[in-house]
């Protein structure tokens, strides 16, 4: 079975920076496709950001590219989320999702099947 747990959210005024987490419990995680999704309140779901398995690509939402930066340590099986220049349109519940293997940067919900909890992060003006 596949968890995946986010950490990492808080307040932060705009401008600052945030890094969240997601330590995800499987077996051979440099299998998997890791997704960053966040759900704006009264929004529906979006996607931010991806990184694949193997060469660990990377794509971002136009919304946040140049802002934000996803990374992986497959040795600790983490997954990050480095965010900057936060304004409070990124407001938010974040959450990661998991998926095995797979051959393209996946940007849908749909694309995935295990997702963590998520954690609120909230920018004040």
């Known amino acids: 079975q596949v968890q995946l747990i986010e950490s990492g959210g808080g307040l932060v005024q705009a401008g600052m920076s945030l890094r969240l987490s997601c330590a995800v419990s499987v077996d051979r995680f440099s299998s998997y496709t890791v997704g960053w999704f966040r759900q704006p309140p009264g929004k529906e779901r979006e996607f931010v950001a991806v990184i694949t398995w193997g060469r660990s690509g990377t794509y971002y939402s136009d919304s946040v590219k140049g802002r934000f930066t996803i990374s992986r340590d497959n040795d600790k099986r983490e997954v990050y989320l480095q965010m900057s220049d936060l304004s409070p349109g990124d407001t938010a519940v974040y959450s990661c999702?998991?998926?095995?293997?797979?051959?393209?940067?996946?940007?849908?919900?749909?694309?995935?099947?295990?997702w963590g909890q998520g954690t609120q992060v909230t920018v004040s003006a």
């Open positions: 999702a998991a998926r095995f293997a797979g051959s393209e940067f996946y940007t849908s919900v749909r694309d995935y099947a295990y």
